[in-house]
């Protein structure tokens, strides 16, 4: 099993940022990959950015690409995701994800990921 603990989230008008961080626990001796998703509410969870741990491949949604900076700490197994002049559309819980293995699945697909954190919200006004 593997636990994740995100942590960062909270209120930030619109132009600001913000840093979350996720710490992975438990048997993480072979990560694959971690990344970020994000739901606003009445809509389906969706890739954020996304990180692979054997050549640090970084992938970002469209969305926040220029905005978001993804990175890592190996030793810590610790993912981050730096997020710079923040919109009101970013509003959203966020996910970490955590991927042991390859799934066969596209990075940006849930089902990628064996493993999620409980969700840090995010609001930004406007």
């Known amino acids: 099993q593997v636990q994740l603990v995100e942590s960062g989230g909270g209120l930030v008008q619109a132009g600001g940022f913000l840093k979350l961080s996720c710490a992975a626990s438990?048997?993480?001796?072979?990560?694959?990959?971690m990344g970020w998703f994000r739901q606003a509410p009445t809509k389906e969870r969706e890739f954020v950015a996304r990180?692979?741990?054997?050549?640090?491949?970084?992938d970002y949604a469209d969305s926040v690409k220029g905005r978001f900076t993804i990175s890592r700490d190996n030793a810590k197994n610790t993912v981050f995701l730096q997020m710079n002049n923040l919109k009101a559309d970013d509003t959203a819980v966020y996910y970490c994800?955590?991927?042991?293995?390859?799934?066969?699945?596209?990075?940006?697909?849930?089902?990628?990921?064996?493993?999620w954190g409980q969700g840090t919200q995010v609001t930004v006004s406007s």
């Open positions: 990180i692979r741990w054997s050549d640090g491949r970084i």
């Open positions: 994800a955590y991927a042991q293995g390859y799934s066969g699945y596209a990075y940006s697909r849930e089902r990628a990921y064996e493993y």
């Open positions: 438990g048997r993480t001796f072979s990560t694959y990959a």
